[in-house]
């Protein structure tokens, strides 16, 4: 799978990537036909093709554009001027909301359904997602001014408890069709729970 194949922006390349989106996160990555995706984005095969080389790379650019979208909700300017534990509370709070929305929850189905027959897409996901979330979060725990409250020594090993204690009980079951989509109340009383555990564990002595 050609996960590093280059893309070429253009004046439909967004309505290529919103058409893109629809199909893959409804039908998979492997039964998403880029035929039905170009009917869907309202373009040619021919123009489907001039930005894309294949379906990998439109699936990975639907994928980075998710996140991106994502990252920029959680640390924007407005959320590094916030005092720490509100910032977490935001930080935390926008994961939940986005891991158990629909858009991300079929995302992570849709990658998890393939990662084993193609471990390159699983791998992908892994990188432009989690890992790249992990370590901007571990960059926010770097700052002094959460230095001036929390005692870290390893950035991204608390990143990565962070985003454990996210990826609790409400997420398993919205994943297994539990449960519906949460409310913001569900939402915000699962992010207190995240920041408070957090705390209790980094607080200085």
Request: with cysteine; hydrophobic share 45%.
């Given at each position: 799978?050609?996960?590093?194949?280059?893309t070429?922006?253009g004046?439909?390349f967004?309505?290529?990537?919103?058409g893109?989106r629809?199909?893959?996160?409804?039908?998979g990555f492997?039964?998403?036909?880029?035929?039905?995706?170009?009917?869907?984005?309202?373009?040619s095969?021919?123009?489907?093709?001039s930005?894309?080389?294949?379906?990998q790379?439109?699936f990975?650019?639907v994928?980075n554009?998710?996140?991106?979208?994502q990252?920029?909700?959680q640390?924007d300017i407005?959320?590094?001027?916030?005092?720490v534990?509100?910032?977490l509370?935001?930080?935390?709070?926008?994961m939940?909301?986005f891991?158990?929305?629909?858009?991300?929850?079929?995302i992570?189905?849709?990658?998890v359904?393939?990662?084993?027959?193609?471990?390159?897409?699983?791998?992908?996901?892994?990188?432009?997602?989690p890992?790249?979330?992990?370590?901007h979060?571990?960059g926010?725990?770097?700052?002094p001014?959460?230095?001036?409250?929390?005692?870290?020594?390893?950035?991204?090993k608390?990143?990565?408890l962070?985003m454990?204690?996210c990826?609790?009980?409400?997420m398993?079951r919205?994943?297994?069709?539990?449960?519906s989509?949460a409310?913001?109340?569900?939402?915000s009383?699962?992010?207190d729970?995240?920041?408070?555990t957090?705390?209790?564990?980094y607080?200085?002595?």
């Amino acid at each position: 799978m050609n996960m590093q194949a280059q893309t070429r922006k253009g004046r439909k390349f967004d309505q290529v990537i919103n058409g893109a989106r629809n199909i893959f996160l409804s039908q998979g990555f492997e039964g998403a036909s880029v035929d039905v995706i170009a009917r869907q984005a309202g373009v040619s095969k021919a123009t489907l093709y001039s930005y894309f080389l294949d379906k990998q790379a439109l699936f990975m650019a639907v994928l980075n554009k998710e996140c991106d979208l994502q990252r920029r909700a959680q640390m924007d300017i407005e959320f590094l001027q916030r005092d720490v534990r509100d910032a977490l509370h935001h930080l935390a709070y926008s994961m939940l909301e986005f891991l158990m929305s629909d858009e991300g929850v079929s995302i992570f189905r849709v990658c998890v359904a393939e990662a084993q027959r193609f471990p390159e897409l699983g791998r992908a996901f892994y990188e432009t997602g989690p890992s790249t979330a992990m370590s901007h979060v571990a960059g926010y725990l770097s700052t002094p001014k959460v230095g001036n409250m929390l005692d870290i020594d390893d950035p991204m090993k608390a990143a990565d408890l962070f985003m454990k204690l996210c990826r609790g009980d409400l997420m398993l079951r919205r994943l297994l069709c539990v449960s519906s989509e949460a409310t913001h109340q569900e939402v915000s009383e699962a992010a207190d729970e995240v920041v408070a555990t957090f705390m209790a564990r980094y607080r200085k002595a």
